[in-house]
Structure formats: C-alpha cells, structure tokens
C-alpha cells in the first residue's frame, strides 16, 4: 500500500519537488516500508518522537523537523536534523545557530510564514519578519542557513483560497529573494502543500511538498 502510494504521488510530482513524507504518529515498520520503496526524505512534528524513529532507523534517511519547535529541544534535533521547516522566531534561529555552533555545523532551516486566514498558531507575519531581516542582526548568526519559506494554507474546501494563499508564500519568497538572498543559491525552496492540497501547491510553485494521509493513511490520535 505505502508503496504504491509513494509511487503514484511521486509520478504525479514534477522531477525537481522534493516529496517529503510526513511520518508523524506512525510506526518504525510503515518508515521502513517507505524506505524500502526509496523513499528518504522524511518528516515529524515531534521531537521526542523524531529521535526515537531516528535511533530505530537507517541512517541515510533525511529528517525534517515540520512542527512548532521550543527552543529548549533544539539540542535534540540539531545533531541529525536535515531542515526545520518551522523556523517563526528570532529567538529560534538564535537558539538553533547556538547548538549549531556546538556541533560544528551549519544548520538549513526554512522560514515559517503565516499564509492563512485561520487566526492560528505559528509563523512569522510577513511584515514582521520583514522588519526583522531590516534589522541587521540575523546576519550574524552564520551557523543558520536560510533557505527558503514554509507555509500551511486555511484547511477548507475553497480552492480559490488555498491557491491565493499559495500564492502569496510564493510572493513573500521572492521579495525575500531579491531584497536579502539574490547572491544565496541555497535560497530557493518553497515548503507548501499537503495530502489535500499539495496539487495547488505545485501549481503555485511547490519545491517541497510534505504529505502524510496519502501515503501511510489517516492517522490515529489517541
Ligand atoms: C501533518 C502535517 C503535514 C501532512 O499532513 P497530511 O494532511 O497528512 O498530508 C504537513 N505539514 C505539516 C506542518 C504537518 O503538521
């Protein structure tokens, strides 16, 4: 099942869009399943749960960190993690480059930007994180590597919302990237779409799409 699953989203998917699976609240066997048909870009939301797979896990697989992260379990993920894709602080990036640092790495992070109209959660507002990179300050923090956005679009039945949203993620990367990433090659990734709207994503631009539901199935929250 996992397997074909992989296979005909990734037939779907255009050559150069990464597909990240998002492996959250599934077990070590069902990665494996994934792993086994090629898969290897890998995505958790948790990052005890992260570890744990990880110990279990082969240790070719890509990890992405895709949940809100607290700053006190950086030290956790830093050592292995491949990319956060939820970066929405300036704290964050101070507290990743600070364990960075200590492992004598430089640790790729996406910025999260908050895209959809549902009051919710997580990631900078665009004004603010522009202000933000006015100020000077992040330049500073040289074991980070910024290298691109994230966004999660409203979950709704409106495509036309979805894609206007999509689309506005895409506008936010390139005013990033002309106004502070023109000469950073690294910078041109753009984290958006899901099990129910990775499609729209890809046509608004996707460079990673992360999807869970449509390759290992609804998940069970207990
Ligand atoms: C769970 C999750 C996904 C995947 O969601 P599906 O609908 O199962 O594909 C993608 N991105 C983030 C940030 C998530 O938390």
């Known amino acids: 099942m996992i397997k074909e699953n992989l ?10 869009v ?24 890998f995505g958790e939301n948790k990052v005890q749960e992260m570890v744990d797979k990880k110990e279990q896990l082969p240790g070719d697989i890509r990890w992405h960190m895709i949940g809100h992260l607290q700053t006190n379990k950086v030290k956790y993920i830093v050592p292995f993690v491949t990319l956060i894709h ?28 908050h895209i959809a109209r549902e009051p919710s959660k997580f990631g900078f507002d665009f004004n603010e994180l522009l202000s933000l990179l006015h100020d000077n300050e992040w330049q500073k923090l040289d074991h980070i590597r910024i290298c691109g956005v ?36 690294y910078f041109r990734e753009r984290s958006m779409g899901m099990s129910g709207d990775y499609r729209i994503a890809v046509e608004e631009g996707s460079t990673m799409v992360r999807i869970g539901t449509l390759i290992f199935g609804e998940r069970n929250y207990l």
């Open 7 to 16: 296979e005909r989203i990734r037939k779907e998917l255009p050559e150069d």
């Open 150 to 185: 994230m966004g999660m679009a409203t979950f709704t039945d409106d495509e036309d919302q979805v894609r206007q949203e999509f689309r506005f993620l895409h506008q936010c990367y390139d005013t990033l990237k002309s106004d502070f990433f023109s000469d950073k090659d």
């Open 86 to 113: 939820s970066v929405d602080s300036m704290k964050l990036m101070q507290t990743i480059n600070k364990e960075a640092i200590k492992r004598n790495k430089v640790q790729d992070c996406l910025l999260e930007i």
């Open 18 to 41: 990464t597909l990240v699976a998002v492996s959250k609240t599934k077990p070590v066997e069902d990665i494996l399943e994934a792993y086994q048909a090629g898969q290897r870009d």
